[in-house]
């Protein structure tokens, strides 16, 4: 959208030369309030000035009995002093104790510059490491909004020149961690920095004014239901893989909240959405904002609830960097409907992407440490209609299971740790005969350990298998380790193992290059029109097999296995392909093929008739497997010409959507 109403929230008065009455608090925060004259501070208990410091030359050595010493429902503007260090402990601003101010000891005179208020941002640190999962005095767990390291209920409140932090372990269980909650109506924060992690910032309930202010996190770490401004602060993002920045809760469209995000600066780690719809009627708003490259391209998240999408109100204004970039979002160049090699990689060294251009990464690790135990569970959180590269990084280990990726989560990459081609490996032992839940036979097409309807999916570094051991002359012992319908779709230096049937390449144009590929019987076999370049084909027959077995039925279909620069080894005496329709066709060029190669090469699977229509052809092969001297006089030795439209990606039609 061009225009957008923006979400200006300025509820405080803020002047720096207006006048107050000394005597009592006006109901407005002026920059007084963040103002002590550090040559007038008297230890005045229970009036304008309470001093904070740990050595014990102040009225108190902790902020909590600082704050305690404030009258209840004060009516004058008491502000607490707190000289530099670290308070380790948990503060709480009661709503019976309104008009306060914690001030941190930066060089500020009643004379001094307002611009110099922030100058002791870091100096006095108040902290805590208490997380969600923690025990209560009843035995109970805490929860996230009584974990805040500050909570302030107070009216009126305000602070400057302070760090409040909530650090605790981030392989702990439940580790949502609370440094500033804010319950208190008209509350403003002055070059304050807010640390932590999961929750940093409960901006709860209130009207509430952030200013220069600096608030880090990973996972949610503003989030609440409060009205509030965040101007000219910086959000800085630590997440390690992927996170979000706001969280609004929302159920009403009635209810007057939201949160304004003007003129700040993000930046950070990890790839991260600029809000999430914690609530139905959510609302967020980010303007004039510089954001780098570690927005998720997809922007925002309706956490799993479609249903918000209509009523969510989420939006940008004029913000800029290489984060701003909406058209991921709506413009056609965000849908990338190409596979490039960058769709392959991703960063080990920081676990992240090597850029953030429509692309997010999902962890699988098997003990825990990621975002899944599952394959199948990081497939599970890729949006429905997925529009843009989302990456799931497996981590090695054996991962017992069944994948499906449907055909409604395109861009989907598997990419298994670099340089360890044979682990992971998603494995699983259906064969055929098995029964279903339904009581009837699998059949061989539901047997797939990994099944692939996905559009522009593609693999590197893992393993497909189907470890059912097939024996020769037992009927139903078909086991597919990787069945794939994707229209366009690569696997890049992946291990598919199987023994019968262990790659059913069923329909689609399909790119595999430098894959390693093992089986009996049929052990490459489907509808598809596929590129196989530079793979290694492993026989582990025992007996007779066959490598390929292609279904094409009528001459009008535009498909076929071809086997570019492959090379082929192994045990038994195998076809090279057998005439599974009566228009099969398949052709090797340029292989090397061991002596495992049955002479004749080809098989007709007992239909004489198919012998006029497949296609079978080999062009410049070598090896003692390429001698075509005792051949299936039906099959061919192409010449340059004809075997030319198999020999690159163009048959394919990989200069459609490859960009390698």
């Not at 920059?31 to 102040?58: A, C, K, L, P, Y």
């Not at 609370?178 to 901006?203: H, I, M, N, P």
């Not at 409604?408 to 682990?423: D, H």
């Not at 290694?536 to 279904?551: D, R, Y």
Request: charged share 20%; hydrophobic share 35%.
């Amino acid at each position: 959208m061009s225009k957008i109403r923006l979400m200006f929230f300025l509820v405080l008065l803020l002047k720096c030369d207006g006048d107050t009455d000394s005597d009592h608090a006006g109901k407005v925060i002026t920059w007084d309030d963040f103002m002590v004259d550090e040559e007038g501070t008297t230890s005045n208990v229970g009036g304008r000035v309470i001093v904070v410091d740990q050595s014990g030359n102040g009225d108190s050595t902790t902020v909590q009995a600082a704050v305690d010493m404030v009258p209840q429902n004060n009516t004058q503007r008491v502000k607490i002093y707190i000289y530099p260090g670290v308070y380790r402990e948990r503060v709480h601003v009661p709503k019976s104790k309104p008009f306060i101010s914690l001030i941190g000891k930066p060089n500020i005179t009643m004379n001094a510059k307002i611009a110099a208020i922030g100058n002791g941002i870091g100096i006095v640190i108040i902290t805590n490491s208490t997380k969600a999962s923690d025990k209560d005095s009843n035995g109970q767990e805490m929860g996230t909004i009584s974990t805040a390291t500050v909570w302030v209920q107070s009216d009126f409140f305000c602070a400057t020149a302070l760090t409040i932090q909530n650090l605790v372990d981030k392989d702990a269980d439940k580790r949502q961690a609370v440094a500033l909650r804010v319950d208190g109506d008209k509350a403003v924060f002055y070059g304050v920095r807010l640390v932590g992690e999961q929750d940093t910032l409960l901006d709860n309930t209130g009207i509430h004014y952030f200013y220069r202010s600096y608030i880090q996190g990973s996972v949610d770490f503003i989030f609440g239901n409060a009205k509030s401004l965040f101007h000219e602060c910086v959000v800085y993002s630590v997440a390690e893989f992927w996170g979000a920045i706001a969280a609004h809760h929302r159920n009403s469209e009635d209810e007057d909240t939201g949160f304004s995000f003007v003129n700040c600066t993000i930046k950070g780690t990890g790839s991260v959405f600029l809000g999430r719809a914690w609530g139905n009627y959510a609302r967020t708003v980010y303007s004039n904002c510089d954001m780098d490259d570690v927005i998720n391209p997809l922007g925002w998240s309706d956490w799993d609830d479609p249903s918000r999408q209509g009523t969510a109100m989420f939006a940008e204004y004029e913000c800029s960097g290489k984060g701003s970039n909406r058209k991921g979002e709506n413009g056609h160049s965000g849908i990338r409907n190409y596979i490039s090699w960058e769709d392959l990689e991703v960063d080990e060294q920081r676990l992240t992407l090597k850029r953030h251009d429509d692309v997010r990464v999902i962890i699988v690790n098997k003990y825990g440490w990621g975002h899944s135990e599952t394959v199948q569970g990081a497939v599970d959180m890729v949006p429905v209609n997925n529009k843009h590269r989302v990456k799931i990084y497996i981590y090695p280990g054996i991962y017992r299971e069944k994948v499906r990726v449907p055909g409604n989560k395109p861009y989907v990459s598997f990419i298994g740790k670099r340089n360890q081609t044979a682990t992971p490996v998603i494995t699983w032992n259906s064969k055929s005969s098995d029964k279903g839940t339904n009581g009837q036979t699998l059949g061989t097409f539901d047997t797939a350990t990994v099944g692939v309807d996905s559009d522009y999916f593609c693999a590197t570094g893992v393993t497909f298998e189907n470890s059912v051991i097939a024996t020769a002359g037992v009927k139903g012992m078909q086991g597919v380790a990787l069945r794939v319908n994707s229209a366009r779709a690569m696997f890049y230096q992946v291990r598919i193992k199987g023994a019968q049937d262990s790659l059913l390449d069923n329909t689609g144009n399909h790119y595999f290059l430098n894959c390693h590929i093992l089986g009996k019987v049929d052990f490459i076999f489907g509808s598809a029109k596929s590129l196989y370049e530079n793979c290694l084909l492993q026989s582990i027959a025992e007996n007779f097999g066959a490598i390929a077995a292609h279904h094409r039925n009528s001459p009008t279909e535009d498909t076929g296995f071809s086997f570019v620069g492959c090379s082929i080894r192994g045990s038994g005496r195998v076809y090279l392909g057998r005439a599974w329709g009566n228009y099969s066709r398949i052709i090797y060029s340029k292989c090397n093929m061991d002596d495992i190669i049955v002479p004749e090469g080809w098989s007709d699977w007992n239909h004489s008739d198919r012998k006029k229509t497949a296609v079978f052809g080999e062009y410049e092969c070598d090896g003692k497997g390429a001698d075509r001297s005792k051949r299936a006089a039906w099959s061919k030795s192409f010449s340059y010409h004809e075997a030319v439209p198999f020999l690159q990606k163009s048959f394919i039609h990989g200069d459609q959507w490859l960009r390698l």
